[in-house]
């Protein structure tokens, strides 16, 4: 496992991981900046760090969801976390469908002029998105969940093996060795950060953000709105601290935000879930399927961008319209992980089913959706780390490795 555990020595900031990747970030805008082509270049970076956690990913989910139902013997416990935690999920992503609908109707982001927009080339998503979302394609193309499956079939049947615990014994030697690769590649995480945003400066430039700096604006500030308030009561309810939760994630947060995929701080939230005082097991299953059904983020920005292409157009949509927005996006949202712009694709088919919205709107989105990405991506850990923490709650599963961490 990670070792993030306060050690009594004293505090070495050269030493934090969280300080060279804010350095990192740092460093990377000045460059896209100063020297964009050579920022754009440094997107090699960026992928190459994700594609080495990516490794990480699949083995772990199966390793930890594997040894956590082997290790409950009640495989009645396994089917009751399950269903408490997409019921969660639906309950939550509703929530944040719904509050991304009303501030978006009330700022009115949309309203502003068109022809100072760069329009952007919708490219090969937003073309192939007026066929609709290909549910096929989601489940074949998602090998998380596809792993996650399997893990699950696994650890059932290991419960009825007689080498059980043999089995498991040798799986936990292979968990420990994986986690400690995890660790050394963890070091790494300062390059990644440095290059996915330094292309992203480079790429698209800060002055890409001025003409929709009130969309962008507006979506912040839901993001903010829907983790401490919504999240932050659930928190409150179980008398713990969202803030306090955060800053325990710091590390994770910055990852994402310099990299801008929550993938990339999968394999270390799960670790220090663990280390917080969640359930193996609660761990193994919560997690995994959370980032492919409970993404908080993606759901407030699908419903805003909706709005926001809706009163570009001048569309008016009345209350019943709304509601039809959120009962497809209901559905359609759950298939925004795991397929290359899918996001594009989801929202294209939401608004071919309304008819009434133009699929062209896309177009505008595009030249800053890199910049909103990480808006969504750290909004989907927060909400996959904090629904971790409830299920392990109701489950009685969640015993705080430091009482003070996470109180009110």
Request: charged share 15%; net charge positive; aromatic share 10%.
């Amino acid at each position: 496992m990670l070792d993030t555990t306060t050690a009594k020595t004293p505090f070495n900031i050269f030493k934090n991981l969280t300080f060279w990747v804010f350095i990192a970030i740092v460093c990377a805008i000045i460059l896209g900046t100063v020297n964009a082509p050579l920022a754009v270049k440094m997107e090699v970076l960026g992928k190459r760090f994700i594609d080495l956690i990516k490794l990480f990913i699949n083995p772990i989910i199966f390793l930890t969801i594997v040894l956590g139902i082997s290790g409950m013997g009640n495989l009645k416990k396994v089917g009751r976390i399950g269903v408490k935690s997409l019921v969660y999920f639906e309950i939550v992503t509703t929530f944040a469908l719904a509050i991304g609908i009303v501030v978006a109707y009330v700022l009115q982001p949309g309203k502003i002029d068109k022809t100072q927009v760069q329009l952007q080339n919708p490219s090969k998503f937003t073309k192939a998105a007026s066929k609709g979302f290909d549910w096929v394609q989601f489940f074949q193309s998602n090998i998380t969940l596809q792993v996650l499956l399997v893990a699950i079939v696994v650890g059932i049947l290991l419960n009825y093996s007689r080498h059980r615990r043999r089995v498991v014994e040798k799986l936990s030697v292979v968990s420990n060795y994986v986690f400690l690769g995890l660790k050394y590649v963890m070091y790494l995480a300062p390059l990644g950060a440095f290059g996915g945003m330094a292309y992203a400066i480079g790429k698209f430039g800060l002055h890409t953000l001025l003409p929709l700096a009130k969309l962008m604006g507006t979506i912040y500030l839901t993001m903010a709105l829907f983790v401490f308030v919504v999240l932050g009561s659930i928190m409150r309810y179980f008398k713990l601290s969202i803030f306090k939760f955060l800053v325990y994630i710091k590390e994770e947060l910055l990852l994402v935000l310099g990299t801008s995929s929550s993938e990339s701080a999968l394999p270390s939230i799960m670790s220090k879930l663990e280390q917080l005082g969640c359930s193996k097991s609660v761990v193994g299953l919560v997690v995994p399927t959370g980032y492919s059904f409970n993404l908080d983020g993606t759901s407030i920005y699908l419903s805003m961008a909706v709005i926001f292409i809706a009163q570009l157009y001048n569309v008016q949509l009345n209350a019943w319209e709304m509601l039809s927005i959120i009962g497809i996006l209901m559905v359609t949202s759950k298939g925004a992980a795991g397929v290359t712009g899918s996001g594009f694709i989801v929202l294209a088919s939401t608004l071919a089913t309304l008819h009434k919205i133009p699929i062209e709107g896309l177009a505008f989105l595009l030249g800053v959706d890199k910049f909103m990405s990480e808006a969504r991506a750290i909004t989907n850990i927060i909400g996959n780390g904090v629904a971790t923490i409830v299920i392990a709650n109701v489950e009685k599963e969640f015993e705080p490795t430091d009482k003070q961490l996470l109180g009110v």
